[in-house]
């Protein structure tokens, strides 16, 4: 019996189906790697987002209405108004239900948050996030005069255009009224 090798064309052709099949299976490990990382950036996206909408909205919710002489807002009656918070940087401007004023507003591409009497705003996204637009719409902010009252609940719609990590983006919106009734007593 005699010892056979292999031939140099058997040899070259299990190279290349041996170079074939790693290379399918590393494109395969690299693409799974690669979405992993874009869903991992949306999920933080999601979470940054979420916890930001909520904190608005909770803020927003609980605000109380000017009823003394204007000290936060620009006058008597508004729950909320649209306004330069810090020069330059006009947002969203309310008294929380402490009775302190407080807004936010979009900075370069952070969003900030200001309250009366402390040193600078601070920023309530991370660094890893952009956002690109912040638009704050108000509907029934004045209650009117006795006379004519406004009769509509007082309401802000908030959006944001976020940016992530892994080109990740969201659009998202909310419309948030006050806890207590808008009512003249």
């Excluded at 056979?4 to 074939?20: A, Y």
């Amino acid at each position: 019996m005699k010892n056979r090798g292999f031939t140099l064309v058997e040899l070259l052709v299990g190279m290349v189906i041996f170079s074939l099949v790693g290379g399918i299976a590393a494109g395969v490990l690299l693409s799974g790697l690669r979405a992993q990382r874009k869903t991992l950036a949306y999920q933080e996206l999601l979470s940054q987002t979420s916890y930001l909408m909520e904190y608005m909205s909770r803020s927003l919710r609980m605000a109380r209405k000017e009823l003394s002489a204007p000290a936060c807002l620009s006058q008597n009656g508004l729950n909320y108004e649209v306004a330069e918070i810090v020069p330059g940087h006009s947002g969203l401007k309310f008294k929380n239900y402490q009775g302190i004023c407080q807004g936010f507003f979009l900075q370069g591409d952070q969003l900030k948050e200001w309250k009366e009497g402390y040193a600078e705003p601070l920023s309530l996204t991370s660094a890893d996030l952009q956002v690109s637009a912040f638009n704050a719409h108000l509907f029934g902010e004045s209650q009117g005069t006795i006379e004519e009252p406004d009769n509509d609940q007082s309401k802000v719609t908030i959006f944001f255009d976020i940016k992530g990590k892994e080109e990740s983006k969201i659009k998202i919106q909310t419309t948030v009224s006050q806890r207590n009734l808008d009512i003249l007593q």
